[in-house]
């Protein structure tokens, strides 16, 4: 789904990835941590294609990245939904229209607008507020109405820049255990973050990333500890907060 092969980005004074070399696969889970400006921020530019590689191969979805011509590039990008801390919704668009529209940039009829976004609010528990404005909203409904417009047009992956960063505890677990249920459903999810707790109960691949490099993969560690599902967990810890509608 997503390979980095020996992948080095520079900046003028400063390396942001050396020699970076991954596989995540369909399907997966994965957080990436690191220390502030191990290279985090800099690998999810690479993926995105904001920032260009000085060497080595990115493959997305089996598209090179590096190749990706800019009359390419938008496809590419809506392939993956972005997740940011900041929850980055238009203030002047209610919620139902800050998903509707991004829909409506990829040219979905009205028809799938009125059928799709309904169903995305509803997984994410927040149906009652469609015709309310982000401002409106706490910081965990706005977070999911971000993921709602993030899944509205069925990525392959997503990736969540500290999706949690800006919630309490128990907000945080909510959104966990949405962005769980997402992936059981098949949408790969590398999130970004520096939550250490929510690393250590979730039971994920973590990916560790220091001074541009890898330094250290637990993948095996983490599969083998999760004999159930990490969910069952974060819903009891999360139960005093809202349940979603479905
Ligand atoms: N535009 C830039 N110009 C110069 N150096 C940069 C630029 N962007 C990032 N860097 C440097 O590259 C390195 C990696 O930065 P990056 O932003 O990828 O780290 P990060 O792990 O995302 O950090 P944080 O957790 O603070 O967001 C750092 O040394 C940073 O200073």
């Known amino acids: 789904m997503i390979r980095f092969d020996h992948v080095t980005k520079r900046y003028s004074s400063n390396v942001g990835l050396e020699d970076v070399s991954i596989d995540i696969e369909k399907g997966e ?26 060497e080595g191969s990115i ?27 900041d929850f980055r ?16 940039i990829v040219h979905k009829s009205n028809r799938q607008i009125r ?16 015709n309310m404005f982000p401002d409106e909203l706490s910081a965990g409904e706005q977070q999911r109405v971000a993921i709602a417009r993030a899944i509205i047009n069925k990525p392959a992956v997503i990736i969540a820049d500290e999706p949690t960063g800006n919630l309490d505890p128990a907000t945080a677990w909510e959104i966990m255990t949405l962005l769980e249920e997402i992936n059981r459903r098949g949408t790969t999810i590398v ?23 890898i330094v250290r ?26 349940e979603a509608d479905e």
């Open 29 to 54: 889970f994965v957080f990436l941590v690191g220390p502030s400006g191990a290279g985090k921020s800099t690998f999810i530019k690479l993926i995105m294609k904001e920032i260009e590689a000085d």
């Open 89 to 104: 919704l238009l203030p002047n668009k209610t919620v139902f229209e800050n998903v509707a529209f991004a829909m409506e």
């Open 217 to 242: 993969d637990d993948v095996g560690a983490y599969a083998l500890r999760s004999e159930k599902p990490a969910a069952t967990e974060i819903k009891a810890a999360a139960s005093q907060g809202g």
């Open 59 to 85: 493959q997305v979805m089996g598209q090179e990245v590096v190749n990706l011509s800019s009359r390419k590039l938008p496809q590419h990008r809506r392939n993956i939904g972005m997740i940011f801390q």
């Open 115 to 130: 059928k799709q976004v309904p169903r995305a609010l509803s997984l994410m528990g927040i149906s009652s507020k469609a």
């Open 191 to 213: 999130m970004v973050t520096h939550a250490k707790d929510i690393v250590d109960r979730m039971k994920k691949r973590v990916v560790t990333i220091n001074q541009g490099r």
